[in-house]
Structures are given as C-alpha cells and as structure tokens.
C-alpha cells in the first residue's frame, strides 16, 4: 500500500489525445503503425487520498473519486463538482493505513434505478457495503437512502479487500482480504466458510428468505451452493485481492493478489475456472 500519510494528494488525470496514425504501401506491404501521438495531462484539482476511480455507465463526462476518508467526488467535464457525491465520513474509520473508503459500483440499471455500492471500513473496524441512490441530477447521492448489504467481520487494520466490481453476469463480486496480520495465521483464506480471502458473488437487489435471509440473494449457481462452505463464496485462497477485473472481449478474470515481502501475483484464467477455484 502506498504512503498515506500526506493527507492531501494532488491528482493529474490523463487525458489521451490519440492520433493513429496508418502507414499503408501497396509496393512494399508496411506493417501498420499505430499508436498515440500526443499525451496531453490535463490538471483538473486536488483530492485527499483518492483510493478508486470509476464512471457509470453510459456517462462519458462524468468521473467519481473514491477518497479514502469517507467521501466521493464528481468531475463532470473536467471539473471537479463542488459539492461531494456523497459524504459518509462519520461511518468511516480510515485510522489504519489499508482503511477506509476503498471502492464503489455502480448498478447495471444506474441509469434508471439511480443504485450504486460503497465499500468501506466501518467503525467497527469490519468491511461494509452498502447500497445508496443518487438523486435526479446525479451529481449528489442521498446518504439517508443507506442500505446495509454485506458485513465482513476483519481480524485486524490489514488486508481489507473492498474491490467492488459488477461482472458480465450483472451479479456483484466483492474481494476480500485475509484479513491479517502477516502470514495470515487464522488461515482464514483457506477456510471457506469465512467471507474473509475470498471473491464474493452477490446479487445485492434482493433479500433471502427462511433461515438465511440476508439483505442480498445468494445466485443459485454459486460453487458451495448446498456443500460445505460460505453461499457466498466464489473463489477462495487469495491473501489481499486489492484488485480485479473482467475482460468485456475475451471474458477472462485477471486477479491481482497483494504479495507478503517478495513477490506479487496476478492471476488470469477464464471466469468459469475461477469459480470454485483455491489460489493457494
């Protein structure tokens, strides 16, 4: 994790103005040639401690920044929106340097049900996820809206996770870490009926019913559905998956891992050999 303690980091966002360019001989047979001729960076303001970066959909103007105290911001056109997207700052305990507001999704159906999800270290020091609406303009979200959806329950300040990443199945996975300290000695990646060393696979719209019922269902297809292990679960045995992502082309799942002193991981395999699977 990098240093936190400069309480107030100042952000560049990159704009890309790529030119391709296309070299093309009927004579010689030239390779194409094509690449970005000019990088322009555009200094658009100051964020404190920016932890994520993300845009809605459909919404190619609009950027929210993810800051690790409790708040969001917008930068709509390259300004940065005075006004905070949503400020959950006294729900946030970031005392820890891996604490905080650590990510957030936007639903698939953003645009017409107004829903996204926070990640976030509560004050109890567990992980949380809660569910939010922002308002008409889509500038402000109402706090009050706040709908408690997953609670990890951590053994320390360390390894939290707290990637939220809607997959191409629209349901939400969730990346948890082992919860520290080094070395994980509860060896709580291992154990599959802890939430904690794991990806998560939700479908957070809706609540369970009888003895489970949870602010969120569990998709019938999840690998420990009915065998020993958390419903919740999807893939197991990670330290600190601090961040992940799907391929919209190919459909991989590339995982990358937080190393112990040496050695970082990334893992890359399709999204159907990832479920159910142990990363050690």
């Known amino acids: 994790m990098p240093n936190r303690r400069r309480r107030r980091i100042e952000t560049v966002i990159a704009a890309l103005l790529a030119a391709t360019a ?37 919404e190619d103007n609009l950027l929210f920044v993810v800051e690790r105290p409790g708040v969001i911001r917008v930068v709509d056109h390259d300004k940065v929106v005075p006004e905070p997207f949503l400020d959950i700052r006294k729900r946030v305990t970031a005392t820890g340097d891996e604490q905080g507001m650590l990510s957030m999704a936007f639903d698939p159906g953003y645009q017409t049900n107004g829903l996204f999800y926070v990640a976030y270290t509560a004050l109890s020091g567990d992980v949380r996820v809660d569910e939010f609406h922002s308002t008409k303009s889509k500038l402000v979200a109402d706090s009050d809206t706040a709908r408690h959806v997953v609670r990890i329950r951590e053994n320390s300040s360390k390894h939290h996770g707290g990637l939220l990443v809607f997959g191409p199945d629209n349901h939400l996975y969730v990346g948890s870490g082992d919860g520290g300290p080094s070395f ?17 696979r939700i479908d957070p719209h809706k609540s369970g019913t009888g003895k489970k019922k949870r602010p969120y269902t569990i998709p019938k297809d999840n690998p420990f559905v009915g065998k020993h292990g958390a419903d919740e679960v999807f893939a197991y045995g990670l330290r600190n998956p601090w961040r992940f992502s799907f391929d919209r082309a190919t459909g991989l799942m590339a995982i ?14 399709p999204a159907s050999r990832a479920r159910g699977a142990n990363f050690g």
């Open 22 to 58: 296309v070299f093309l001989s009927a004579e010689r047979g030239d390779e194409e040639t094509l690449g970005p001729k000019q990088l322009t960076l555009l200094k658009i303001g100051k964020f404190d401690e920016p932890t994520y970066l993300t845009q809605p959909p459909r």
């Open 184 to 200: 994980d000695p509860f060896r709580t990646a291992q154990r599959r009926d802890s939430l904690l060393g794991k990806i998560l």
């Open 256 to 269: 990358g891992d937080v190393g112990q002193d040496r050695f970082e991981e990334i893992d890359l395999l």
